[in-house]
Structures are given as structure tokens and as C-alpha cells.
């Protein structure tokens, strides 16, 4: 395991290219839509209430600047026409104060309201996708899994796009907010100078663009990187639980893995140093642009002011607006900022939902001759990107009441085969029969229910004992009563009424009160499980008992023949006392077949077979 992850990948590409950030931010706005869709079809009265909420916080704060030039131009009228109105004078003051009162309330209701929207909202986007990662998860194939570039996609979309939706929405909200400020401060503006809008609106750019361009850098630093934080994700893993925690202290392992995740750190932390520190030297430059022309324009608007060219009033009023129009500006082009980011990090989630699935073609439930078993025809496989074939020419037929036993060292093929036959992958050459028909033109439910597979790694659910059985027919899964049918046949009934709440047990230690099963417990809990399927014709037992000594496993692969006579049966196994018992026994060698036939007849032929359950066999003498 190399410290440095990326050591074997060429060189990050250069993140100042202008032209890649061109055609990036051209592209600002590409997921916006995808952004709008999923709140509104999450919640409408959220959505709605968002955006007229924005609209009054867009508007209201031009108000608010408006009547308090009215209070001041008022309140130096009140003076001058004091000594002839008496108290008169006070009456549209207090209006104008009394109006103003009114809009700060409204501006902080509907500021409180999208504050309030805002947290709703995110509760439910946030699990919205969240679950459509967890549905396109659903539909992935095997191989999308065993694929490590897949993973770096689920990563990314993992990581950050549970939270980009909702940030492109409320910036996308913010934008709208700050326009409909700006054009409302621009309109009252614009009866000062039109170069006074026109400075407004160019102050704040260069710090945008500069923004956008590192947010830009920022995106593909994180996407490049992908492998590292996977890996710091998997050393946590290591170093964090309790199915790994015995080697890791039996061996020592703690301090070496503990500094590979430093190590990592410190690569990663390095480039987030040097691009935040560009990135705040650039903005902070580039912002002082902003400052001079906000102050220059103070400067002209008290000017005109001293000249009489406004009133007191309205220099109050266009200083207010100048300021909040500034600000409004920055907020919006840093909402544009935003929104480009955002964009390309919602990218990692449509480019993982958008990854193309096969569509199953087959349809079929039923085969035309039930008799006929399987068939594997001249089946060749090779995995993604690998060089040499898994299978090669594999043929061989079961009918139903038939044992198949394969042997074979691991990496020969014998799992592969397996997942062949149920679908988990297609052939890349020859074909499976199942009842007469190609497994291709089977529908994959229909199929996979007629089949009860326990491979030797099966999955030990964080779950109660009886759920753990119940996994094997999702459509009888709290099927008591089944459960206790299951367990008697795979063995596990009489330890599992010895645990302490019996068929509710916690197992395992993530959850208050779980218990942990023995390797043998756990693989009759398994066996249990495949029995759940009583549909099922074909059984199947990927090494599922090498957690059992030779006596157990012999007994529970008899008892296993004696409940499946009428179906068909393949077993896995380098325990050759049980293979002997299989009605048929395929030998295989780098991905084919070399020997096949019963036990006696392959122990004539003196082959490989006869060596390797010989040579065993003088191990028990």
C-alpha cells in the first residue's frame, strides 16, 4: 500500500487553464434546472413560499432607503417650518417613521420566513438525494462495483452532492433576490447619475471572476484527488472497527496505518493551503477595487450635496443605496460564484445517476422443460480490463435431484461460475440453460428467486437473528414461522433459542445489547437463510461451512442432500470427504475444466483430482 496514492496517475492537469475555465463557466447554470426540479418536486409549498419570500426580501430594503430620505428631508422641513406650523410639523415625520417601522418588521419576517424555509427544505432535499444515490445504487451491476473509477464516482457524489442541491437552490433564490434589489436601487439611482450605476455595476467583477476562477481550481483539485480521500475513508474504517480491530492490535498495524493517514492529510492539506491562500490574496486585492469606488462615490454624492445639486435627504438615501447596492452586487456575482461551483460539483452526482445501466431484455418466469436442469454451453467470462480469461469452455449439465461438486485452487473460476449462473454477470461467450431457456431471456427477480446461493463471504446484517435469516425471501422477511422452518433445516435453531432474546437477538456490536456468533454459528445462519427460499430448485453453497471442521461439515452437507433431493444442488468446497459425496465433480484449472465426472471414476483416472484427495487424505491419518 503506497503512502502516496496517486503516485502511479500522471500529473494533475494545470488548474489556470482559460480556456477550460471558459467552457466550465459557460456551463454555470447546465444543473440549475436539475437543482429547481428537486425542490420542487420535494416539497412545492417550500418552493413557493421561497420565492415569494425572496421577492419581498428584494424589494422591501429599496423601500426602507426611500422613506428614510423622506424622514430626514422631513425632519430639516420640520425645522425650518417650525416657529410657523408648531406641532404640525411633527405629523409626517412620524409617518415616515411609522411606515419605515412597518418595512424593517416585513424585512425581518421575510428574512426569518427563508431562514425557516431554507432549514425545512434542507432536511428534505438532503434525504431526497441521498436516496436517489441509494436507488441508482439498486440498479448498478456487480461489475459497476468491483470497478475502483466507479467508486471514485460514488465518492464524489457521496460526499458533496447531498448538499449542492440545496445550495443551488437558495443561491439561485439569493440571485434572484439581489437582482430584484440591485433594479430597484439602480431605478433610484439612476435619477442621480447614470455613471454612478455604471460604476456600481463594474466595481465588484474583478473580485467575481477571480473568485470564480478559483472556485473552478478548487473543483478539479478535489475531483483529481478522488483515490486519496478513499483511501483515508478506508483507513478510518480499518483503524475504527471491530471486525478489524484484532489484527490491527494482534500485528501492530495501528501506529503504521494511523501515519499513512497523516501522511495523506498532509499531501491533501498542502494543496488546500496554497490554493486558499492564492485564492484570499487574489480576493483581497481585487476587493480593494470595490472599496475605492464605494468611497469615491461617498465622496461625489456629499460633494453634490455641499453644491445643492441633492438635499440632505437624498444624500442619505443614495449613500444607503450605493452601500446596499454594492452590497447586493457582491452578493449576487458571489452568488454567480456559487451557483459555477455548485455546478461542478453537482456534476459528480448527475454524472453517477447518469452512469448507463443494461436494461434486462429477458422477460421469461418459467422454463419450457423444467427436466432439463442447467446447462452451461461452451461459457467463456473475462472480467473488465483483465487480460486473461476467467472461464474458457466450460460445459457441463445438472438435472434436477443432481449434486455438482467444483474443486479447484482459488482463482480457478469456481465463484465466477456461480456468479455467471445467477446473473450477477453475463457470459461473454457461450450461454447458460436454465429449464431449457437461455438465462438471458429470464426475468433476473423471476430467476433469482427460483435460486438460494450462500457464498463463502455472505453478509452478517447488523440486524436481530431472525432478520438475518428472513434476508434470504425478501417477501417473507418477518415470517416468523419461517424462520424457525429455516433454522431447524440449516442447523442453527438449537444455539439460536440459547441466545438471550432467542429469534430477537441483536447481532452484532454496532447496536446497544448485539451479540457476536462464532465463524460456524454465523455460516448456520447462513444456511438458514438459503433455506428461507422455498421456491428455490437450485442450491447452492460457496464454501459456506470452512468455518466448521470436517465431521460438522460433512453432516450438514448430508443433511443439506437429504431436504434438496428434488433439486438441483452445487457445492464448493476444498474439503474433498464432503466433495466425494456430490453426484458429479468438475475439476477446474485457470478458469476450465480439467477433470469431471463422479468421485470413483475420477479416482481411477488417477489424475488431479486423485492426487489432491489422496494428499489430503493422508492428512487426517
Not at 441509494?134 to 458533496?160: P, Q
Not at 480490463?385 to 445438472?398: I, K, R
Not at 444442488?569 to 477446474?588: G, P, W, Y
Amino acid at each position: 500500500m503506497s503512502t502516496d496514492a496517486s503516485a502511479a496517475r500522471p500529473a494533475r492537469p494545470a488548474p489556470n487553464a482559460r480556456g477550460e475555465f471558459a467552457r466550465s463557466f459557460a456551463g454555470v447554470f447546465r444543473y440549475g434546472r436539475h437543482a429547481l426540479e428537486l425542490a420542487w418536486t420535494t416539497s412545492r409549498a417550500l418552493t413557493l413560499s421561497l420565492a415569494a419570500l425572496t421577492l419581498v426580501a428584494g424589494v422591501v430594503p429599496a423601500g426602507i432607503a426611500w422613506v428614510g430620505a423622506r424622514i430626514v428631508d422631513s425632519v430639516v422641513a420640520a425645522i425650518r417650518d417650525w416657529p410657523v406650523l408648531g406641532t404640525a410639523v411633527y405629523e409626517p415625520v412620524l409617518g415616515y417613521v411609522a411606515l419605515e417601522a412597518l418595512l424593517v418588521a416585513l424585512l425581518a419576517a421575510a428574512q426569518r420566513g427563508l431562514a425557516t424555509c431554507q432549514s425545512l427544505l434542507r432536511a428534505q432535499l438532503g434525504q431526497r438525494v441521498n436516496v436517489m444515490i441509494l436507488e441508482k445504487a439498486l440498479t448498478l451491476e456487480l461489475a459497476h462495483f468491483e470497478d475502483s473509477e466507479f467508486y471514485d464516482k460514488l465518492t464524489r457524489a457521496r460526499r458533496e452532492a447531498s448538499s449542492r442541491p440545496l445550495s443551488m437552490v437558495m443561491r439561485t433564490f439569493g440571485l434572484a433576490q439581489n437582482v430584484v434589489s440591485l433594479v430597484s436601487y439602480g431605478a433610484i439611482l439612476v435619477h442621480f447619475s447614470p455613471l454612478a450605476v455604471a460604476i456600481l455595476a463594474a466595481a465588484g467583477l474583478p473580485a467575481f471572476f477571480a473568485e470564480a476562477k478559483f472556485s473552478g481550481d478548487a473543483f478539479r483539485l478535489f475531483r483529481w484527488r478522488s483515490p486519496e480521500t478513499r483511501m483515508q475513508m478506508y483507513l478510518e474504517t480499518v483503524l475504527a472497527r471491530e471486525d478489524h480491530a484484532k489484527e490491527v492490535k494482534l500485528y501492530g498495524l495501528g501506529p503504521l496505518l494511523l501515519q499513512r493517514y497523516r501522511d495523506i492529510y498532509a499531501k491533501l492539506y498542502r494543496e488546500d493551503r496554497d490554493l486558499t491562500l492564492r485564492r484570499d490574496a487574489w480576493g483581497f486585492g481585487l476587493g480593494l477595487i470595490a472599496t475605492a469606488s464605494l468611497y469615491g462615490a461617498y465622496a461625489w454624492i456629499a460633494v453634490a450635496a455641499i453644491q445643492g445639486t441633492i438635499t440632505l435627504g437624498e444624500m442619505t438615501m443614495y449613500l444607503m443605496l450605493f452601500r446596499q447596492g454594492q452590497a447586493a452586487l457582491s452578493a449576487g456575482l458571489s452568488a454567480i460564484g456559487g451557483l459555477y461551483e455548485d455546478n461542478l460539483y453537482l456534476s459528480n452526482l448527475y454524472e453517477y445517476l447518469d452512469q448507463p445501466v443494461a436494461k434486462p431484455a429477458g422477460d421469461v418466469k418459467r422454463g419450457p422443460d423444467p427436466a432439463d436442469g442447467i446447462r452451461f454451453e461452451d461459457v467463456g467470462f473475462t472480467y473488465p480490463d483483465a487480460d486473461q480469461p476467467a472461464l474458457a469452455n466450460v460445459t457441463l449439465h445438472v438435472r434436477p435431484g443432481e449434486s455438482l461438486a467444483l474443486v479447484g485452487e482459488n482463482g480457478s473460476g469456481k465463484t465466477t461460475l456461480i456468479k455467471l449462473l445467477t446473473r450477477l454477470y453475463r457470459p461473454t461467450s457461450g450461454r447458460i440453460v436454465f429449464e431449457g431457456r437461455d438465462l438471458a431471456e429470464w426475468d433476473e427477480a423471476a430467476l433469482r428467486d427460483r435460486i438460494g446461493v450462500i457464498f463463502q463471504d455472505f453478509a452478517r446484517y447488523q440486524l436481530r437473528v431472525g432478520e438475518n435469516v428472513g434476508a434470504g425471501d425478501v417477501e417473507r422477511f418477518e415470517d416468523r414461522e419461517l424462520w424457525v422452518e429455516a433454522a431447524r433445516k440449516g442447523l442453527a435453531d438449537p444455539f439460536i433459542r440459547e441466545l438471550p432474546a432467542g429469534y430477537e437477538t441483536q447481532l452484532g456490536k454496532w447496536f446497544k445489547d448485539g451479540r457476536e456468533l462464532s465463524g460456524g454459528q454465523w455460516q448456520k445462519i447462513a444456511l438458514a437463510r438459503a433455506f428461507m427460499r422455498t421456491r428455490a430448485d437450485v442450491l447452492v453453497l460457496d464454501e459456506p461451512t470452512s468455518a466448521m471442521d470436517a465431521g460438522a461439515e460433512a453432516e450438514i452437507f448430508e443433511h443439506f442432500r437429504t431436504l434438496t433431493r428434488d433439486r438441483i444442488t452445487i457445492l464448493i468446497s476444498h474439503r474433498f470427504s464432503t466433495v466425494r459425496m456430490a453426484d458429479q465433480i468438475a475439476v477446474l484449472e485457470d478458469g476450465r475444466i480439467v477433470e469431471h465426472g463422479s468421485h470413483d471414476r475420477l479416482m481411477t483416472l488417477d489424475g488431479r483430482y486423485a492426487r489432491l484427495f489422496s494428499l489430503q487424505a493422508r492428512g487426517y491419518r
